[in-house]
C-alpha cells in the first residue's frame, strides 16, 4: 500500500525534477528560437508527428503494465526489454525505407536525412525505457528527477552550440539523440540494471494484453495531440506549425509541470490501492483539488499576459504565438479533467471505456480543426479547446462511474483554487489600470511586475484566506515557512 508520505514525497521529487525542467526548457527555448527560425521547429514537429506515433508502438503499453502490475520479476523485464528492442529495430528499418517517400510527400529533400537520423532514437529506446519503469515501480521519482534534469542539459546544450554553428534544423535533431543516449548510460547503473534478452515470451501474455490496450489508448491520444500540426502542416506551412506550437507548449507548460509531477505518482498509487474504492476516491478528487490550487494561477496569468510575454520574450516574429497561447489557456479546466481522469481508467482497467472516448474526440477534433483553419492559427486553437472540453467532460463521467463517486465531487474540489484565483484576476484588472504608461510599454517589465505582484497576493491568500478546504495544506506551508506551528492533531 501507498503511504501518504510515500506518495507526497514522490510528487515532491517530481515536481522539482518537472519544474527544473521546465524552466531550463524555457530558458533553453528562447535562445533556441532567436538563433533558429518557427520553419526549423516546424521541420521538426512535422517529423515528431510520425515518430511519436511509432514511438507508442514501441513501447507498446508494456512498461505501463509492469508499473501498474502487483509483482514484477527480473525476467518479466527481460522479456519487455526483449520485445521492445525487436519492434524499435523494426520500425527503424521502416522510416528508414519510406524516407524518401515521406520528403516527396513534403516535396522538401531534407526531410529524407532528418527523418532516418531521428528515427535512431527506437533502437535506443528499450535502455531508457527499461531502467526508467523499474524506478517508478519503486517510487523513486528522486533518481528520475536527477537524470532527467541533466539530460536536458546536456541536449540543449549540444543543439544550441550546433545552432549557433548554422545547423538549423539539424540541431534539434542531434540534441535529441544525444539525450537519448545520456538518458540510457545514466539510468542503467542508477536502476542497477543491465540489458539481458529473454524469449519466454508466453509468460508476458499478461503484460502484452493490458499493455496493448494501453497503447492503443495513448496512440489515439497522440493522434488527438497531434492533429493541429498535422492538418496545419499540409495547409499553412511549418511556419504556422511553429508559431502554433510555441503557444501550445507555453500553454501546457504549467500542465505540464504541475499535473505531470501528480499524474506518475497517482497512477502507481492507485494500482496499489486498486482493492480500496474509498482510498482511491480520496487519492482522485485531492489530486484534482491541489492541482488546480496550484496551476490555475499560472493559466489566469498567461490569460492576462500571452502578447506582451511572447513578444518580449521571443521577438517579434514570434508575437503571433500569443493568440492560441490566450485560447488553448482557457483549456485549463478540461486537461485537468481528462488527465487525472484518464489516470482512474488506466489505473482500474477501464481501457476499454477510454478508448471510445478517445476515438469520438480524435474524430471531433479533426472536424473542429478542419473548420477552424479558415480563422488561422487561432482557429485551431479554439478547436483544441472544444475538443478538449468535450474529452474532458466525458472522461470524468467515467471516472466517477468507476470509483462509485458523486458528479459534484469535481466542481466542489475546485472550489478552493476558485475563490483564490477571483481574487488574484481582480488584483490583476486593478493593477493594470494603475500601472504608469512607461511600464506599460515595455513588455518585459510588464510582465515582471504583474507576475511579480499576482504571485505574492497569491501566495498571502493561500496562506491566510481561511477555507476549511485549504486548512492542512495551509498549515504544512506555514510550517515549513515557519509561519506557525504544525497541528499535533
Same mark, same amino acid.
Given at each position: 500500500m501507498a503511504s501518504g508520505q510515500s506518495i507526497r514525497r514522490g510528487i515532491a521529487w517530481l515536481f522539482v525534477g518537472n519544474t527544473s525542467k521546465q524552466v531550463l526548457g524555457f530558458v533553453f527555448g528562447v535562445v533556441l528560437a532567436r538563433l533558429l527560425v518557427p520553419e526549423d521547429f516546424g521541420m521538426l514537429i512535422t517529423i515528431q508527428v510520425f515518430t511519436g506515433l511509432a514511438g507508442f508502438i514501441a513501447g507498446g503499453g508494456m512498461g505501463q503494465a509492469l508499473i501498474r502490475a502487483k509483482t514484477a520479476t527480473a525476467q518479466d523485464y527481460d522479456i519487455v526489454f526483449t520485445l521492445q528492442l525487436i519492434i524499435g529495430c523494426l520500425?527503424?528499418?521502416? %522510416?528508414?525505407l519510406a524516407a524518401p517517400w515521406f520528403a516527396h510527400w513534403y516535396d522538401n529533400p531534407l526531410y529524407s536525412d532528418l527523418l532516418r537520423v531521428s528515427a535512431l532514437s527506437f533502437i535506443l529506446r528499450p535502455f531508457v525505457n527499461l531502467p526508467g519503469n523499474m524506478?517508478?515501480? #519503486?517510487?523513486?521519482?528522486?533518481a528520475q528527477a536527477v537524470v532527467s534534469v541533466i539530460t536536458l542539459i546536456v541536449s540543449s546544450t549540444v543543439s544550441i552550440g550546433?545552432?549557433?554553428?548554422?545547423?538549423?534544423?539539424?540541431?534539434? !535533431?542531434?540534441?535529441?539523440i544525444?539525450?537519448?543516449?545520456? =538518458?540510457?548510460?545514466?539510468?542503467?547503473?542508477? #536502476?542497477?540494471?543491465? @540489458?539481458?534478452? =529473454?524469449?519466454? *515470451?508466453?509468460?508476458?501474455?499478461e503484460i502484452a494484453r493490458y499493455?496493448?490496450? %494501453?497503447?492503443?489508448?495513448?496512440?489515439?491520444?497522440?493522434?488527438? =495531440? $497531434?492533429?493541429s500540426a498535422f492538418i496545419l502542416s499540409r495547409t499553412l506551412g511549418p511556419a504556422s506549425v511553429g508559431l502554433f506550437n510555441k503557444g501550445e507548449s507555453l500553454a501546457r507548460m504549467p500542465h505540464a509541470f504541475i499535473t505531470g509531477s501528480v499524474y506518475p505518482v497517482l497512477f502507481r498509487a492507485l494500482g496499489a490501492e486498486q482493492d480500496n474504492l474509498d482510498r482511491s476516491r480520496y487519492l482522485y478528487f485531492r489530486s484534482i483539488a491541489l492541482v488546480a490550487l496550484y496551476a490555475t494561477p499560472f493559466y489566469v496569468g498567461l490569460l492576462w499576459l500571452a502578447e506582451p510575454l511572447v513578444r518580449g520574450v521571443y521577438g517579434v516574429r514570434w508575437v503571433e504565438a500569443a493568440g492560441p497561447l490566450a485560447i488553448l489557456a482557457l483549456a485549463w479546466p478540461f486537461w485537468l479533467m481528462g488527465n487525472l481522469s484518464g489516470n482512474v481508467l488506466k489505473a482500474r482497467n477501464w481501457l476499454g471505456h477510454?478508448? +471510445?472516448? $478517445?476515438?469520438? =474526440?480524435?474524430?471531433?477534433?479533426?472536424?473542429?480543426?478542419?473548420?477552424?483553419?479558415?480563422?488561422? !492559427?487561432?482557429?485551431? +486553437?479554439?478547436?483544441?479547446?472544444?475538443?478538449?472540453? *468535450?474529452?474532458?467532460?466525458? $472522461?470524468?463521467?467515467?471516472?466517477?462511474?468507476?470509483?462509485?463517486?458523486?458528479?459534484?465531487? *469535481?466542481?466542489r474540489a475546485l472550489v478552493p483554487a476558485?475563490?483564490?484565483?477571483?481574487?488574484?484576476?481582480?488584483?490583476?484588472?486593478?493593477?493594470?489600470?494603475?500601472? @504608469?504608461?512607461?511600464?506599460?510599454q515595455n513588455d518585459l517589465a510588464y510582465v515582471l511586475t504583474m507576475g511579480t505582484a499576482?504571485?505574492?497576493?497569491?501566495?498571502?491568500?493561500?496562506?491566510?484566506? @481561511?477555507l476549511a478546504a485549504l486548512a492542512v495544506e495551509q498549515q504544512r506551508w506555514k510550517t515549513k515557512l515557519r509561519l506557525g506551528r504544525e497541528n499535533p492533531g
Open positions: 520500425i527503424y528499418a521502416v %522510416f528508414f524506478l517508478h515501480r #519503486a517510487m523513486r521519482f528522486k550546433l545552432a549557433y554553428l548554422g545547423n538549423g534544423v539539424w540541431s534539434l !535533431i542531434w540534441g535529441g544525444v539525450g537519448s543516449v545520456v =538518458s540510457a548510460l545514466l539510468l542503467m547503473p542508477i #536502476a542497477r540494471w543491465r @540489458p539481458r534478452l =529473454s524469449t519466454a *515470451f508466453g509468460r508476458g501474455r499493455g496493448v490496450l %494501453f497503447s492503443i489508448n495513448d496512440i489515439v491520444f497522440y493522434l488527438r =495531440s $497531434q492533429l477510454e478508448l +471510445a472516448v $478517445q476515438l469520438a =474526440s480524435l474524430a471531433i477534433g479533426g472536424l473542429a480543426i478542419w473548420v477552424g483553419l479558415a480563422y488561422g !492559427i487561432d482557429g485551431v +486553437a479554439w478547436a483544441v479547446v472544444g475538443t478538449a472540453a *468535450f474529452t474532458g467532460i466525458w $472522461q470524468y463521467g467515467l471516472a466517477a462511474r468507476c470509483l462509485d463517486a458523486r458528479l459534484s465531487g *469535481f466542481p476558485g475563490v483564490l484565483n477571483v481574487l488574484l484576476a481582480t488584483v490583476l484588472f486593478l493593477m493594470d489600470l494603475a500601472l @504608469p504608461q512607461a511600464v506599460r499576482g504571485g505574492l497576493v497569491y501566495g498571502l491568500a493561500f496562506l491566510y484566506v @481561511p
